[in-house]
């Protein structure tokens, strides 16, 4: 049972709900799903939340739409009924959800914006992913588009898009073109960061309601901090160029 605390931090993070969905702003080191290591997880927090919250009895039906490492933050969609859950599977299936993360790396990629394409392995046994150029075998196509936002002395913000949903794929593919992101020692980067997280935030989702047909945009702030801040700061004064 949470208590009134967890209750209030629980609530101060949800970014979006209705009837079917709900979308919470994930920390770093948090769990989506339950796994071998038997710490909590988002989808155990939810249930008993919405339980609590609803006066239901028992745990509430929560499960996620899609998941994101667990070094990293952001925006994570879950959902509230079995419709809500195989309509939006369906979606992501089509390509359907438009999926927007910020990169904090430690080089600079070639061009100021363009697309990473390639073939990635999964290694269960390392929980690793190797991207290659040319498929072999059983590997799976991966696709991103990226655009440079910004950058300070030492390090580069990146506007990642998914076109490809696969394992640690941003990660990956950013660290394959010699950008590592920062923090993520297993994809080369030089350090790491206290915490344990890496610098991959999962800042947005765009899609058509899959029952109402509403057209839905979710945005996750990103984690506390000078470099995030100086991130926002970059992003928000581009926005204001623009107008």
Sequence with gaps: MLGTREMREVRDRIVYEDNHFICINKRVGELVQGDATGDRSLVSVLQEYIAQRDGKRGLAFVQPVHRIDRPVSGAVLFAKTSKGLSRMNEMLRRHAVRR????????????????????????????????????HGR???????YRMLGASDKYYLYEV???????????????????AIRGDLKYGARRSIAGGGIDLHARSLDF??????????IQASPPAGPLWDLCVSVVQGEKGREK
């Design 100 to 135: 927007i993360y910020w990169a904090v790396t430690e080089a600079q990629l070639p061009e100021l914006e363009g697309e990473l394409r390639g073939y990635a392995q999964r290694d269960s046994a390392r929980n690793k992913t190797y991207v290659r150029e040319s498929s």
């Design 139 to 145: 590997d799976k196509e991966v696709e991103l588009r």
């Design 161 to 179: 898009e998914l076109h490809t949903g696969r394992h640690h794929q941003i990660r990956a593919q950013l660290a394959k073109a010699g950008a």
């Design 208 to 217: 058509e309601h899959p029952v109402s047909k509403a057209q839905i945009s």
